[in-house]
């Protein structure tokens, strides 16, 4: 099988990155998606020693049915992901008209069709910088909505445990979006 390894401009991989990935998907053949710990860093230092104890406690490794997972937050760093490429053409790949998570809309797609795997250990290191795209938490917010209110109607799995789940986190940043529009002076929106 070929297997497609990402780079985001604001990550770099850690030596042997690759290998490990690859041992893992040799060991774990019904995987078709992989992705890596990895430490936050900036200009001042490391942040975070690992990314993922934002998401998990303790962070471990994952390997099966990630979806519930990814429905909480979208916790796999692009650079630390490697995706088999049938799983990624047959997923539909990075979606154009989603602009600001199309990371987020691939991998719940992905993780829909495909069982997959985290590594808990940091391959890779996440570069913080003020002007990066994760940082438009609106604009996310208004992509993560539409994404989730999509799996919230069965679109990626009809699951009423998923769809429910789905849902709630909807809710949860359609409120979100209000206050934003509440303080921004836009009550209209809101």
Not at 67 to 76: A, D, H, N, Q, V
Not at 85 to 105: E, H, K, L, M, T
Not at 147 to 155: D, H, K, N, Y
């Amino acid at each position: 099988a070929v297997w497609l390894s990402l780079m985001d401009p604001d990550e770099w991989w850690k030596p042997r990155k690759p290998e490990r990935q690859a041992a893992w998907i040799t060991q774990h053949p019904e995987i078709r998606w992989i992705s890596t710990d990895g430490d936050y860093v900036a200009a001042e230092g490391v942040l975070r020693e690992s990314w993922l104890s934002d998401y998990f406690q303790p962070v471990r490794d994952l390997n099966g049915d990630l979806l519930p997972y990814l429905i909480e937050r979208c916790f796999p760093l692009v650079s630390s992901m490697m995706i088999e490429a049938d799983a990624y053409r047959a997923s539909g790949g990075f979606n154009p008209a989603v602009r600001w998570s199309q990371d987020y809309d691939l991998w719940l797609r992905l993780a829909a069709r495909h069982p997959g795997a985290v590594i808990g250990t940091p391959l890779i290191t996440y570069w913080s910088s003020p002007g990066q795209l994760s940082r438009k938490v609106e604009e996310r917010h208004k992509d993560d909505l539409a994404i989730l209110e999509r799996v919230a109607r069965g679109e990626l799995r009809s699951d009423p445990v998923i769809q429910s789940r789905a849902a709630a986190k909807a809710a949860g940043l359609a409120f979100d979006l209000a206050l934003l529009a509440v303080r921004g002076e836009r009550p209209e929106e809101a």
